[in-house]
């Protein structure tokens, strides 16, 4: 039972252009959210987070919106860059236990 | 800045070994965990620890067992390798306190069993 699913294995941009990225969640008992970033042969390193009381957070060229009655969060990455190549996983979170990951979007930024 | 170490980058044992896989980390978090990565599935939970010698399943814990003795060191082991265990072993930690989400992955292991 998917409890967290992206459902786009695949995404390219041009370089300078936008990334969205989505993901949905099932449980509206989910609190907290966060975006990681995997580079191949690396561990996934976190980029940016939301609590489930705000819908939106910002943190340079990365942004992710939550919409809470949707059960829906995105990333977007304006502008986006080449070295924004690289798989990126949505996670969700019910009161600090342990978390739920997405399948992952891999994202392809073209010069 | 939180360092998370896993024994092995690459790793290819035989169908029927028992193989071990290490991972250690250096911020004195309570929290550790055991993910492995396979196509389209994202990462999924094997175990996961709060504390020492504490140890709770995840989501696929079948053919598999952990070990945490030192709150620095968990371990993921597989008693006897399947080739259906071929995949990335991922092992991450966290601080356990209210506010504290963000989990901390090592490099992974590629483990092939053949």
């Known amino acids: 039972d998917q409890q967290v699913k992206q459902n786009s294995p695949s995404l390219s941009v041009q370089e300078g252009r936008i990334s969205i990225l989505n993901c949905d969640y099932t449980?509206?008992?989910?609190?907290?959210f966060l975006w990681y970033k995997k580079y191949p042969a690396e561990g996934p390193t976190f980029l940016i987070s939301i609590s489930s009381i705000k819908d939106k957070n910002e943190d340079g060229r990365f942004t992710v919106f939550l919409n809470k009655s949707a059960k829906h969060l995105s990333l977007h990455i304006v502008p986006s860059q080449p070295g924004d190549s690289a798989v990126y996983f949505c996670a969700v979170q019910y009161n600090n236990n342990d978390m739920r990951f997405g399948a992952g979007t891999r994202l392809t930024v073209k010069p | 800045d939180v360092k998370v170490t896993q024994s092995s980058r690459y790793l290819v044992k035989r169908t029927g070994e028992k193989v071990f896989l290490e991972c250690v980390q250096d911020?004195?978090?309570?929290?550790m965990f055991w993910y492995r990565q396979d196509p389209g599935l994202g990462l999924r939970l094997i175990y996961f620890s709060y504390d020492v010698k504490m140890k709770e399943k995840g989501d696929i814990p079948e053919g598999y067992s952990v070990s945490r003795e030192k709150k620095e060191r968990f371990s993921l082991i597989l008693e006897s390798a399947s080739t259906n265990q071929t995949s990335m072993y991922l092992c991450?930690?966290?601080?356990?306190?209210?506010?504290?989400?963000?989990?901390?992955f090592g490099p992974g292991t590629r483990l092939t069993v053949t």
């Open positions: 449980n509206s008992m989910f609190d907290y």
């Open positions: 991450a930690s966290r601080a356990q306190h209210w506010g504290s989400y963000e989990q901390y």
């Open positions: 911020m004195d978090h309570e929290n």
